[in-house]
């Protein structure tokens, strides 16, 4: 099993920045995808950014791309969310994830952590 828990959600005005974290614990391997996932209220969940705990392979959304960076540090199995130039259509319940391999299909991803809020007024 893998435990995943998230930190970094706050309230920020429009243009800035927050660093969402996420701590994997537990029988995780190092060729794992680690994902962020975020779900506004009334809306579907989506797929933000992907990255293999190694580092390769990044993938992100067309509506974040040039604003949001997603990383890794393989010492302590932990994924970061960097997300400069917020807009409050950003606001969201941002949602870190893990399964042995990226994968554009949301169900497939195995496991979830609890969430983090982000607000942009």
């Known amino acids: 099993h893998v435990q995943l828990v998230e930190s970094g959600g706050a309230s920020v005005q429009a243009g800035g920045s927050l660093r969402l974290s996420c701590a994997a614990s537990g029988n995780i391997a190092s060729s794992y995808c680690m994902g962020w996932f975020r779900q506004a209220p009334g809306k579907e969940r989506e797929g933000v950014a992907a990255?293999?705990?190694?580092?390769?392979?990044?993938f992100y959304v067309d509506s974040v791309k040039g604003r949001f960076t997603i990383s890794t540090d393989m010492s302590n199995y932990t994924v970061y969310l960097d997300m400069t130039g917020l807009k409050p259509e950003d606001t969201a319940m941002y949602y870190c994830?893990?399964?042995?391999?990226?994968?554009?299909?949301?169900?497939?991803?195995?496991?979830w952590g609890q969430g983090t809020q982000v607000t942009v007024s």
């Open positions: 990255i293999y705990i190694g580092g390769s392979s990044i």
């Open positions: 994830a893990a399964h042995p391999y990226c994968s554009h299909v949301i169900d497939r991803w195995t496991y």
